[in-house]
């Protein structure tokens, strides 16, 4: 018996952590079938499209080459108005007549616009051209960015659930070796025997009845009939509420004799676990200045490894684009020679800002906090004081 129960209990615990994993791996998994089909359908619309020189493309073509006509003839006298020139005809000048769609709207290519639309970065440096690609991005980010959200809030529960405990039990640890320094043998020794002494103590009344109530109520009989009997009337509802318990409906366990029976509570398990969704964020309560150090900790770690994949950051610039990345601002500056690579970044960027979105959730926390102090300060200060009389 003892053989055949133990893959039984290992089977069940294997579901348990399926359906325990099994809403997080959806929401994980519907964002990575969500940013390849974008990747697929802007490919296919903005790499696709035709290159169609337009009047503005062949009048800047036009203007340059008179330019370099006049600055060949006589190069002393022109070089400042030829720079002066030059400088106003490329302000005007429109970026996507310098690339070749084929090569920033390859799937890759694609893939990191999708990745940079969902999260909110939007670094500047890709967009799409065409009307249809235009509309295709609004629908796709109206989709995108609440599915992001939604990835976002999931795994802050993961990651607020993992940073409580770890600083809960990083406290616990720290309160025992203060503990074992402060407290001698004796004084120990003296407290266990006085709380083993309060614990012996301890004991259980059980409910009396009625006419034990009545009985200790000395001033019952010296009232006259009428009140009593309402006394005695109240005293008997009061008692009858105190007996009645609501009735638990034990279920059975029906996993015993059919396991295909416990289907539905599987499902309502995992009901539950969609439900939880953000409860966890709600409850943490970590020290600001540690979400700080983490952020800290976590760029630094980030910058180190992206100035050898981008040839063109070094330490410093790679700090300043994942700190701009992951607060989502994405001004665009720095531009990524690889973004292949990148895309690989996207994990890290994902639980990145996670990590910061907990920390301004709790900076959120602590302003409110102190707002409310300001303000009730600021009411005490400006209530009148009452003036006491005398009689």
Known sequence: MASTSQPLRGKRTCKKVFWAVFPHACFILSLVIYAFLGALMFSHIEGTRNDTSSE?????????????????????????????????????????WFIIPEEKWSFFGSLFFCCTVFTTVGYGN????????KYVCMLYALFGIPLMFLVLTDTGDIL????SKSYNEFRKLQSKILASKLCSGSTCSKRNELKSRA??????????????????????KRRPAKYRNVELF???????????????????ERWSSCPELTRGKTVSRVIENFDKI?????????????????????????????PKWESNMDFQEAFYFCFITLTTIGFGDTQLEHPKFFLFFSLYIIIGMEIVFIAFKLGQDRLIVLYKKVISFCAEKKMPTKKIYPK
């Open 199 to 220: 614990q012996s103590k301890i004991v259980i009344n059980e409910p009396l009845t009625i006419m034990e109530v009545l009985r200790n109520q000395s001033g019952m």
């Open 126 to 133: 890709t967009y799409p051209v065409t009307r249809t690609g």
């Open 278 to 306: 953000g409860k966890e964020l709600e409850k943490l309560d970590v020290p600001i200045v540690l979400m700080v150090l983490v952020i800290f900790v976590y760029i630094s770690c980030a910058a180190a490894i992206l």
């Open 160 to 163: 607020a659930t993992v940073l």
């Open 56 to 96: 503005e493309y062949i009048e800047f073509l036009q203007h340059l080459t008179d330019l370099t006509r006049n600055f060949s003839d006589n190069v002393t006298e022109n070089e400042k108005m030829f720079k002066d020139d030059i400088r106003k005809l490329f302000n005007r000048a429109d970026p996507v």
């Open 234 to 252: 109240e005293m008997l509802i009061a008692r009858e509420n105190e007996n009645k318990q609501p009735v638990r409906t034990k279920s059975m």
